[in-house]
């Protein structure tokens, strides 16, 4: 089966079934995304920071070949205490039922981190760059902090030609998130902002930033092309 044919799949009968928050609209631009990483001949596995039910990461990790690497749910699961904003209550045993009954490899590449996402990027993160992730979703932490601190980690440990995405960006009830990617932007990073919209801001590192810009103007016709911090970006 071709993740094309999985996610239409998943949309009409197994996401219903996972509690989260994803704009459907969203999910052709998945397909895009793995059209594109394919003809770059990107590979590896996926991470997710906040994982709640696997409502994003199922369709994340459907990207991944059998074999092409290790993906990553990290949360805070059962330490709530540290969920200092209240930004979604990730559950494990939820979690890896959802990976068991809906995930295109039943969760076998799946390693679950529970932790502090901000504590992880002053660690040791060579668990993650051994295979580095294909794609990046952050979704933790709602905080200026924790966003700024999950994009550094991000741009550390994604693929040199894999792509970040950045949950909540324009959601008034989460307004430190955007504060928190325009602080990062305004610092000059590696990462470009590449596409806005349904909810998502998605990144790519500089080098290949040209590249996917053409490739999902392609797919996206009716995009607009506008700025951030600078950057050319299309919203959608």
């Not at 939820?94 to 809906?102: E, N, S, V």
Request: net charge neutral; glycine share 10%; proline share 4%.
């Amino acid at each position: 089966m071709t993740y094309s044919d999985w996610l239409k799949d998943y949309i009409a009968h197994r996401a219903p079934e996972v509690e989260g928050w994803v704009d459907g609209r969203l999910y052709p631009s998945l397909a895009w995304l793995h059209e594109i990483q394919t003809e770059l001949g990107v590979s590896g596995g996926v991470m997710e920071i906040g994982v709640h039910h696997g409502r994003f990461f199922l369709p994340l990790n459907a990207m991944v070949a059998q074999g092409e690497g290790p993906s990553f749910a990290i949360d805070l699961f059962a330490d709530q205490s540290l969920n200092i904003d209240r930004s979604g209550t990730g559950n494990q045993a939820i979690f890896t039922g959802h990976l068991a009954k809906h995930d295109r490899h039943r969760g076998v590449n799946v390693e679950c981190v529970q932790a502090d996402s901000t504590r992880l990027r002053h660690g040791d993160l060579s668990r993650f760059t051994k295979v580095r992730p294909k794609v990046i979703s952050i979704d933790g932490g709602h905080t200026v902090e924790h966003t700024i601190s999950d994009l550094e980690m991000a741009q550390t440990v994604v693929h040199e030609s894999g792509a970040v995405f950045l949950d909540d960006i324009l959601n008034p009830q989460w307004v430190g998130v955007f504060e928190g990617a325009v602080t990062y932007l305004q610092r000059r990073p590696v990462l470009w902002p590449l596409l806005i919209g349904y909810n998502k801001l998605l990144l790519v590192p500089m080098s290949v930033h040209g590249k996917y810009l053409v490739a999902f103007r392609k797919r996206m016709p009716a995009a607009k092309v506008v700025l951030l911090c600078g950057y050319t970006l299309l919203s959608h």
